[in-house]
Nanobody, 125 residues
Framework: QVHLVESGGGSVQAGGSLRLSCAASGDTYSKSYMAWFRQAPGKEREGVAAIYTGDGGTYYTDSVKGRFTISHDNVQNTLYLQMNSLKPEDTAMYYC??????????????????WGQGTQVTVSS
């Protein structure tokens, strides 16, 4: 079992930055996807970014490329999402997710077995 706890959300003005953290505990796998998803009111949950802990490969949805950076601290087993140049359309609840090492399409939320409770990000114009 894996337990995920997010932190770092908040309210910022457009153009600002936030850094989300996700502390993982339990039986995490050394070669698996860890990801950030977000869900805005009235919209479907979407994959924002993922990292494959086996080789450090990173993946981003097009709308955040060049603005967001995902990283993972293997020692602390903590996932991060550095968000720069934030836009009002980035406003959403952000969730950390982890899977059991079976892989798949990183942006498909069905491959993830574990989810955090979410942290709210609000960007005002």
């Amino acid at each position: 079992q894996v337990h995920l706890v997010e932190s770092g959300g908040g309210s910022v003005q457009a153009g600002g930055s936030l850094r989300l953290s996700c502390a993982a505990s339990g039986d995490t796998y050394s070669k698996s996807y860890m990801a950030w998803f977000r869900q805005a009111p009235g919209k479907e949950r979407e994959g924002v970014a993922a990292i494959y802990t086996g080789d450090g490969g990173t993946y981003y949805t097009d709308s955040v490329k060049g603005r967001f950076t995902i990283s993972h601290d293997n020692v602390q087993n903590t996932l991060y999402l550095q968000m720069n140049s934030l836009k009002p359309e980035d406003t959403a609840m952000y969730y950390c997710a982890a899977e059991d090492g079976f892989g798949g399409t990183w942006s498909d939320d069905r491959i993830y077995n574990y989810w955090g409770q979410g942290t709210q990000v609000t960007v005002s114009s």
